[in-house]
């Protein structure tokens, strides 16, 4: 780790403004990412802001047709939340699905989407459950949101402030670990919004992506057949010691499948 | 009897200690004015270093020194050495690979050391380091043990020809190929075992005091042996001999590799002599990735020989054994085991291997838990079924027909050890019984009706443990109240301490509570090593020597405090009586009245013994997406005799544990090109984790050893070697049904699984 700074925001304009001051300051969420580049001096901010005292990120709402998460929402407390569980159960679970019990208890929804490892499993939610990113500064709907590795719309000094993910009638996220990280090889998550459906794929390739082909099938009929010949094509999908891409590609056929399944339980 | 003898269940009595986090590792040691140190290491895996520029490291805040290899060499500091001749086939001797402690003009491998910088503190001796230019010239490199060895290949070392360091035959050439020139049937394997990091919890850690009154060292350093390291690091690379003292408190984990001497021990030891100043260092994660000696890496062509009714003949086999870059302390040794084990538990009439090992331009490889070992028993019992389903007879049947048999031992085997002990019939009836074999086709149906794919694999193991000169030796000395055990061993997690005392008590006859074990100082424990399942046999033999020598010792005063004749005094339950009086008096009395009875000199090199066993294992395969899931999993073993029934059965959930890791998740893989390690991290490298592992059905079916006055065999590494060719066995079961596949690498990974049912 390098020298930085280190500064606690009490509120998200305070946040704002330190980043405003600073151009090389930035956001400390639960730190899995950050602290851990930090300390194989990948990463060498000038500042950390810390989000932790701000109670108003903390908060899951439940409304009509939405859950909306706050971003420094912990990944344990998303899969332990009763709310979340009835109202949205894939979500809690995808969320419990996240690294493990110490990750869980520190990473955060925010900090998670900000950062888009393209093997990460919100972007899966978010993209698959329609979300809407809520910033210091506007709402950003999922599928602009993500980039493609590590890259988000997110201007400089802009702060996630809560994400909102419609509720579906039904859905469900199956995840293909990495033995190693425990990240996703493939994630697949499927989601039945009768006229609508969506299919979001994480950890096969650069970023988090759909598949119109599979959502086609599925609101036409909501079933493991309907995916189960749509065949992924490999090229531009990852390939590294993990799986190679022709791997990745059957996997996610066979996931959706899993993933109808499940979400028809 | 004491409460607690030898064969009781005694739980571990370190764990309140360690549990409660109040263990005392290397780490822990952090004295206020410590100096703390930080090792630049090389980018790239083969160099020529044109330049150190260290100017503006120097000038930095904070730093005290920076060190390069000519100050090393300008000091005078020997070499690492390698403890282990060779002599080639054609009589010359190995090859040598001479190590400075840092880099002279050339860097061999990702991570080798290039500067030292010692500073107040870490961090700021780690911003130092970035500071120090160093002029590197890039070299073609290799990677891979046997494109090493082939015409052609960059030289790691231009003095070696080839990259082969080694090139010996060990067994009878002659007699291996007459048998198999008879044989009815050859069956053939080519296989690769895959290069491990140990990965113990606790990395590797070195923290060096200095005493200007005495002009004395010493090094704390996480360690399986302070005696071996006090002499390679003081009498080899120091030079400085007695004037270092080593020691080692608590060990989170070792499994070989901290038997060995890395760099960064006399490197410590020196910087802080230099700087007459304390000086640590710890090493992080990735640097144990880099750094740590690592295990296995072979590439294997390997023959069995049958006759017309299934009888082993002979096998053989050529092994192309990775060294890394430079040779480590027991490194050319440790694949010699492959020829040793080659036979396991058959009765063959030849085996011979052609071994040629190589350097390559990675991290030194040298003893993991099993230590050539599993490689050898690997080898053979691939090959076993292969066998088997070539000749359409069932693998144990192919086994029963070819086993040692107990009316032959002490059998000397076709590689010329000579088991003393066993029951392999018996014990494979046994595991076949308690894995419920039979019921196998009713599981294999129930899972293809769930879609799934099933197979069983089967392996016996033996392996040699024990032995090997130098001796291990235990120190007793007994005053008024308490006992106090030195054994030269150090525990590196496996409960030494319970088990020595459960030992001693039974020995002495006295409490456990009123008996002390001290470990790890070079200055008060005697020669020892911890290492190939040796601590039982040879420090529990040990140990029992040095308390007959107190209790002989204690004779005469017992004799003049009784009153008697010492040929009329008889000594049990922790007293001296009488014989058929009620006249007596305790060890501590004598010892009191004597001013303390010591045993200081015990030796014992330790017969070997042979610990064996069976492994069956049913996978579950997921077709689909090549997921292999260890179903159940059975385990038999002979270790002669149970000390300690829990602790035993840790070592052997722990080592299966490990072999499970090789079979399925761990590899250490390199890019062959730039000979950079891809997986560096936890998050490429894969452990095995409790969600990899099935429950464990374990019996035993032991028969005593003979070659030790406990009866006891090594236990500490048998997992590791049953395990990986039994879950290759059984994995290769299903492949060969489907597809008409001989064999798969390890690891398999779900990925190798899937497109050898998919391809
Ligand atoms: C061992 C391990 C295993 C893991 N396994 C998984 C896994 O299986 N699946 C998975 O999805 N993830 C996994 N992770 C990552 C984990 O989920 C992290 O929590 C997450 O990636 C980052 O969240 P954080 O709260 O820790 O953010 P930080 O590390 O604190 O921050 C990450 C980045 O986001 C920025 N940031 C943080 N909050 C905001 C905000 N509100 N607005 C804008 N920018 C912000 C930061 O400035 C930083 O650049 C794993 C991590 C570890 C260490």
Redesign the interface.
Known sequence: ???FKFQKAKSVAEAFAGLGKDGDAKLLAGGQSLIAAMK??LSQPSTLIDLGDIAELRQIKVETGTVTIGAMTTHATVAASAEVNKALPALAMLAGSIGDRQVRNQGTIGGSIANNDPAADYPAACLGLGATIATNKRKISADAFFKGMYETALEAGEIITSVSFAIPKRAAYVK?K????R?AIVGVLVADFGSSARVAVTGAGPGVFRIAEMEKALVAKFAPESVANIKVPAEGLNSD????AD?RA??IT?LAQRAVIAALK | MTKFAIGQTVHRLEDPTLLQGKGCYTDDLRPQGAAHAFVLRSPHAHVLIRGIDTTAARKAPGVIAVLTGADAKADDLGTMPCIVPVKNHDGTPRGETPRPVLALDRARHVGDPVALVVAETY?AA??AAELIEVDYEPLPAVADVYGAAQPGAPLVWPEIKQNIVADLHLGSKEAADAAFARAAHISKIELVQNRLVANPMEPRAAFAEYDPETDRSTLHTSSQSVALLRAHIGDIVLKIGDKLRVRSGNVGGAFGMKAMMHPEQPMIVWASRRLKRAVRWTGDR?EGFLTDVQGRDHKVFAELALDKDGKFLAVRATVYAGMGAYLSQFAPMIPQSVHSMMPSVYAFEAAHLHLIETVTNTVPVDAYRGAGRPEGIYVTERLIDIAARELKIAPDELRRRNFIKPSQFPYTTAAGLVYDSGDFEGLQAKALKEADWAGFPARKAASEARGKLRGIGLTMYVERCGGAAPPDSVALKVNKDRVLVLPGTVDNGQGHMTVLKQMVSEYLGVDMEKIDVSQGDSDANPFGLTGGSRFAVVTGTAAGIAAKEVVDKGMEQAAKMLEAAAADIEYGDGDYKVKGTDRKATLFDVASAAGGIEALHIKNTGALTFPNGCHIVEVEIDP??GVTRLDRYTIVDDFGRALNPMLLLGQVHGGTVQGIGQAL?EHA?YDNESAQL??GS??????PRAD?VPSFHTTFHHTPCTTNPLGVKGAGEAGSVGAPPAIINAIVDVLHAKKGIKHIDMPA???KV??AL?G
């Open positions: 780790m390098y020298q194989l001096r293909f990495n033995p190693a990280s990240f010691l993990h799986a190679q791997y059957h996997l066979v | 961090h780690r911003d990735s689909q997406t998740l893989v891809l997986t936890f998050m490429d490298y894969a452990m990899d990974t779900r990925e899937w497109r998919n």
